[in-house]
Every structure is written in structure tokens, then in C-alpha cells.
């Protein structure tokens, strides 16, 4: 049974990947592209060839290109720094547009900005990432340059890179992805994926994504033909938890990345006082438990429960990580009553009394009928799963119940003041 269980939860962790639409930049795998041309730019991003300021004519010639992988089906972007009239233009493509106001690499006039007025120019994004994830590979002649992919989700406003940075109550969230080179040859590539944080240090609510790749972090730093490769651009909503409390108290072993913990044998089924500590302050937790039935019923009818908490962690984008706490707990059988009024004969071979005690039934390991052996009853039979949520009511006069149709699991019976515990194998 426990197979099963894994399994599902396998089957869960599989949909982790799947996210809704909207919490991702456009494009952001860089497999789509404005026409056929090697400097043709990528769909919903933006390079030189668009942008504007006093001096876009002169900035206006490539410093990209459209490249393809060794299978020649997956595209991935590449800049590069090019020295034009003896001035390093760092490569540059943003989700936004380019300003060139000014000759001079380090003026405040030279920025990549959000131009809400032009759809090509602007993504509206509301959505809060916990962090970015980027595969990049970078040739720098200096070991100590240093590239960089920079997205703010800002306010709704013109958001300038650099220039508004500074500014808190422009933007929400900002996160960093720099990397030195990673080949020291221009000839080769060598992919890393880097992973970092979005940093929510800002005060404006998310409106506007504004993304900057560029071949160096300091305007007009580095090397002509210093090159950046960039592909798979994706943003990732957080469904970890970073801890488990059980009755209040950490449970023991607990690590981010291990999702099954088993608690052992417990006396009886009791029901765990569980909280899951979520790494997001915006992702969702649903506890449910199970309760199932081993298969190793003892010739005394005494049997044994595995109790499965599944705790579902659910992120911003719909994204979902499961993880378990199990214990197993052993059910001594109880004696047969062969004096019972409504069976002179005595109860069937193998069949027990409910622990419950109060209301007899007969058999407590229930397979497909349950017997009612208690005398006239005068208030409805009404069943509960162990959750606590009504299943069904039945008349005071029955005495047969059909369980054939129901899973695997503890249930509770009760008429008035009276209840026995059922078990459906």
C-alpha cells in the first residue's frame, strides 16, 4: 500500500513544472524571433536596433545574434561588446527599450527603461517570483568581468535601469544574476545555469517586468567582443516548506528536500497536531490524512493502520510539492460476546465488537456489510470519516449498511450518544 502511496506522490512531484500563464517573461526560453535573420531580434525583447535618445542612429547596428545548439532546434541569445568610433557599447537586449542619449558609456542619459505607452516596449507582470533561474555561458578577455541579467518587477511607471534603481517606491522586487566568464576561450562554450533570489526591498505594487542582459555590469567595462550567451530565462514560485511541526515541536530530521518522514508506531490513531512552514509567504498549504488498512490481519483479528498525512504545498503560480508524515499504529482485536441479544448464535468467526464500545456493530474490519447488533435504536445512524465530514444518515430501524462502495479507511458511526469505530479493508 505504501508503494502506491509514493507513487502518487511521485506522480505530484511531476507537476511541479506546470505553471499558469502569466507568471513567466515573455519569451523567456528565446525560441521565438522577429524574423529569419541571425540579427533578427527575439519576440518581446528589445536590442539596439529599436532603440531611441540622440544617439540611437549611431547605436542602432547589432550586437546580437540569433544562435541554434549543436542539434539545431533549440535557439538561445547571444551579445557581445562592440567598439564604435573607440567607445566599448556593452551588448544590451531588454524586455524594455534602450535609450542612447549620450556618447559616453557611463551617462546617466544612456538606460534601458519600461515605455508603458508602447506595448513592444513594456510587459505588464503582477505577479510576486520568489526567485530567477537563467543558463548562461560568458567569454570575457578579463577573468574579472562580470555579466549580468537584471529584472526588476516594478510600479506602474517608466522604470529606468540604471537610473530608478535607487528609488524604493518604483519597484517591489529585484534580482541579480552576475557571472564571470565561464571559458577563458572565445571558441567555446560552457553552460552554467545560475540561480538567485528576488530581493523584495522595494514599497510599489508589481505592475511592470523590465529585464536587462548585458555582456558587463559597469556601463562600457570589459572588452570588445567579450560575448554572453543567455537561454532559459524562467522565474520560480516557491513550494517549500522549511519546517514540519508536530504538536508544536520541529519534527525530527526534517530537511527542505525530503519529502516522506515516517514517525514509527504509535499506540493508538491519534490524530497529529501538524503545521508546514511555508518558505512563501503567499503559497497555500491542504493537509489531508488517510488511514489504511495493512494487509496483515493476525489470526485474532488484531491488525495494524498506517496513518498518511499528505501536506500539499501550493505556489503563487499554481505549482505543487507534496510531502508526507506517516505513522503506524496496531489494533489488538476484542473479545467475541457470544451473549449478544440480536445474535444468540454468537458473532461470526473472526468478527469483533467495536472499540468504541457504546454501539456494537459487527464486523469492525468491514469488507461489504456492516451488521448493526445494538438493540432499537431511537435516534438515525449518521457516519462520519475520520475528517469529521458527514458521509450519510440513515433511518433509526436500519441494521444493514452497505460499505462495499466507500474506500479504504476509519470511519465513525454514531446514533445519539452512541458510536463505534469502522474499518473498511
Known amino acids: 500500500m505504501m508503494k502506491n502511496t509514493f507513487l502518487c506522490l511521485i506522480c505530484m512531484a511531476l507537476c511541479y513544472a506546470v505553471s499558469a500563464q502569466g507568471y513567466q517573461p515573455l519569451n523567456g526560453d528565446f525560441e521565438q524571433w522577429d524574423g529569419s535573420s541571425v540579427t533578427a531580434e527575439p519576440s518581446h525583447w528589445n536590442s539596439f536596433a529599436t532603440s531611441d535618445g540622440s544617439y540611437a542612429g549611431l547605436a542602432s547596428t547589432p550586437h546580437h545574434y540569433h544562435r541554434r545548439n549543436q542539434n539545431g532546434q533549440n535557439s538561445y541569445l547571444t551579445i557581445y561588446t562592440k567598439s564604435i568610433m573607440g567607445i566599448?557599447?556593452?551588448?544590451?537586449?531588454?524586455?524594455?527599450?534602450?535609450?542612447?542619449?549620450?556618447?559616453?558609456?557611463?551617462?546617466?542619459?544612456?538606460?534601458n527603461y519600461t515605455q508603458r505607452s508602447n506595448s513592444d516596449f513594456s510587459q505588464p507582470f503582477t505577479a510576486t517570483p520568489d526567485s530567477m533561474y537563467v543558463?548562461?555561458?560568458?567569454?570575457?578577455?578579463?577573468?574579472?568581468?562580470?555579466?549580468?541579467?537584471?529584472?526588476?518587477?516594478?510600479?506602474?511607471?517608466?522604470?529606468?535601469d540604471p537610473g530608478d534603481d535607487g528609488n524604493t517606491s518604483k519597484y517591489a522586487a529585484k534580482a541579480v544574476a552576475a557571472t564571470t566568464r565561464t571559458t577563458s576561450s572565445a571558441s567555446s562554450m560552457s553552460w552554467t545555469e545560475l540561480k538567485v533570489p528576488f530581493v523584495y526591498s522595494g514599497t510599489a505594487d508589481p505592475a511592470y517586468l523590465l529585464?536587462?542582459?548585458?555582456?558587463?555590469?559597469?556601463?562600457?567595462?570589459?572588452?570588445?567582443?567579450?560575448?554572453?550567451?543567455?537561454?532559459?530565462?524562467?522565474f520560480v514560485y516557491s513550494s517549500w516548506l522549511t519546517d514540519i511541526l508536530v504538536d508544536g515541536?520541529?519534527?525530527?530530521?526534517?530537511?527542505?528536500?525530503?519529502?516522506?518522514?515516517?514517525?514509527?508506531?504509535?499506540?493508538s490513531l491519534t490524530d497529529l497536531d501538524l503545521q508546514a512552514v511555508t518558505e512563501a509567504a503567499d503559497a497555500t498549504v491542504a493537509i489531508d490524512r488517510q488511514d489504511i488498512v495493512l494487509d496483515t490481519v493476525a489470526e485474532d483479528g488484531s491488525y495494524d493502520i498506517e496513518v498518511v498525512y499528505t501536506i500539499t504545498v501550493t505556489a503563487e503560480d499554481g505549482s505543487q510539492r507534496p510531502y508526507s508524515v506517516r505513522y503506524t499504529t496496531h489494533i489488538e482485536a476484542d473479545p467475541e460476546d457470544p451473549e449478544d441479544p440480536e445474535d444468540p448464535e454468537g458473532p461470526e468467526?473472526?468478527?469483533?465488537?467495536?472499540?468504541?464500545?457504546?454501539?456494537?456493530?459487527?464486523?469492525?474490519?468491514?469488507?461489504?456489510?456492516?451488521r448493526i447488533l445494538a438493540e432499537r435504536a431511537e435516534d438515525p445512524f449518521v457516519l462520519y470519516d475520520m475528517?469529521?465530514?458527514?458521509?450519510?444518515?440513515?433511518?433509526?430501524?436500519?441494521?444493514?449498511i452497505d460499505f462495499s462502495?466507500?474506500?479504504?479507511?476509519?470511519?465513525?458511526?454514531?446514533?445519539?450518544s452512541k458510536a463505534a469505530r469502522v474499518i473498511k479493508k
Do not use: C, W
Request: no cysteine; hydrophobic share 35%; charged share 20%.
Open 88 to 111: 566599448k557599447a556593452n551588448g544590451n537586449m531588454t524586455t524594455g527599450r534602450i535609450h542612447a542619449g549620450a556618447m559616453s558609456a557611463s551617462s546617466a542619459s544612456n538606460y
Open 135 to 160: 543558463k548562461v555561458s560568458f567569454y570575457a578577455a578579463s577573468s574579472s568581468s562580470r555579466a549580468h541579467v537584471l529584472a526588476y518587477v516594478h510600479g506602474d511607471n517608466d522604470f529606468k
Open 211 to 234: 529585464i536587462s542582459i548585458t555582456t558587463n555590469e559597469t556601463p562600457g567595462g570589459g572588452s570588445a567582443n567579450d560575448s554572453l550567451s543567455v537561454d532559459d530565462i524562467r
Open 249 to 267: 515541536l520541529s519534527i525530527e530530521g526534517f530537511q527542505k528536500g525530503v519529502a516522506d518522514y515516517d514517525l514509527g508506531l504509535k499506540d
Open 349 to 370: 468467526e473472526g468478527i469483533a465488537e467495536a472499540e468504541v464500545a457504546s454501539l456494537r456493530v459487527a464486523p469492525t474490519v468491514v469488507t461489504t456489510t456492516l
Open 387 to 400: 475528517g469529521g465530514r458527514l458521509l450519510a444518515t440513515y433511518p433509526a430501524e436500519v441494521r444493514t
Open 405 to 416: 462502495g466507500r474506500d479504504a479507511g476509519i470511519y465513525l458511526l454514531r446514533s445519539g
